[in-house]
């Protein structure tokens, strides 16, 4: 997998975790006076980072000596491709007096800062491809 | 009269530049196939073969957004908006690619036999 | 996931705002309303709201994949509910609806709806409203620039 395509697909996950979050926030908002209502967060990003990492340092990683198949391994090498995003019910944090915990104006930010990820992202997309079509001339 | 060396030189230098033609073309190809992302290589493929993989995964990319636009009408809360227009970008773009390669070994081969 | 996910669910939030405006507007109204067509006291409406989920919703984060109901889908209005608690009860004998017999002779018992809340809870309910709505200008504008992609 070259560079160009490797970009491409990693920018297509990313948006695609953007528009889940961005979900996962207006739901948040919406149910914002709903009485035991607990919010939801996504987490991605440090999954994915973990992953990158692994593939650039799995030259020089620490492998154990296994004899079965069965063995349990070090970690090694993690495709980023393997890497999901996943909602997480967010029980800890302190709520309202009828048990909603979901806060209106750091909802309304996060998806604000959501927003502007995802058309960053696109953005970064669209130079991607339109680099190629310049070869192409 | 032909020396067993000259010869051998001649053997030589044949096969070297068959060696070198034929894998100059099969690195442009490789370079080709790789900025497409094809990756289904194995050793001794031959010219036509690469130019098959080609012409599939351009096929290939074409089918796949056309499917995605069926979707979007029949079930649209399925798909993104990013997807459809990253299938659009990728299948215009393979197809690009792949007009620009055919154009060149068309005029290469043009350019060719009409040459003395 | 689909193109009008958060659409839906930011709709289901305002729709569910107006619903909430729409009883305040009906309590203030009647603030001063002495009987009802169906001859009892004028009690406020309050309305249950519940978030849209089709299984259980699970507090444990380790939920397995097909107890899990997804993103949610907003949130809903579960009903209206009278709040039967004591209104005022201002003594005027010679008020038409005074109560005749008990303790409370000569008082005329108006509703239980207090203006200062109402105009608060109404506060609050344009302001989930607006934000609901930016929610949807927000979904849009990440639409449009999808499409940009490969122009």
Known sequence: ?137 | MISSLDLLRYNASTTASNAVSSTQLSKALEKIKDGLGITNTEEGKSFDNYLLDAISYVNDSQNKSSALFEQVIIDPDSVDAHDVTIAMAEANLSLSLAQAVIDRMIKGWSEITTTR | MGLFTSINIAATGMSVESLRRDIISDNIANASTTRTADGGKFKKSTLILEAIQDDLQYRNPFVPADKDSGVGKGVRALRVEKDNSQGRLVYDPTHPDAIQTGPNTGYVEYPNVNIVNEMVNLISASRAYEANATVIQGSKEMFQSALQIGK
């Open chain 1, 1 to 137: 997998m070259n560079s160009f395509t490797r970009s491409v697909d990693l920018l297509h996950r990313a948006m695609d975790v953007s528009t889940l979050r961005y979900s996962v926030s207006a739901n948040n908002l919406a149910n914002a006076g709903v009485p035991n209502f607990k919010r939801t967060t996504v987490n991605f990003e440090a999954a994915l980072k973990e992953a990158i990492d692994s593939e650039k340092n799995a030259k020089d990683s620490f492998v154990l000596k296994t004899s079965d198949d069965r063995h349990i391994q070090s970690k090694t090498y993690t495709d980023y491709r393997t890497v999901e995003p996943r909602r997480v019910l967010d029980y800890a944090t302190t709520s309202d007096a009828n048990g909603n915990n979901v806060d209106a104006e750091a909802e309304a930010m996060d998806i604000l800062k959501t927003q502007l990820n995802y058309q960053l992202l696109t953005q970064m997309q669209s130079f991607q491809f339109s680099q190629m079509h310049i070869v192409l001339k």
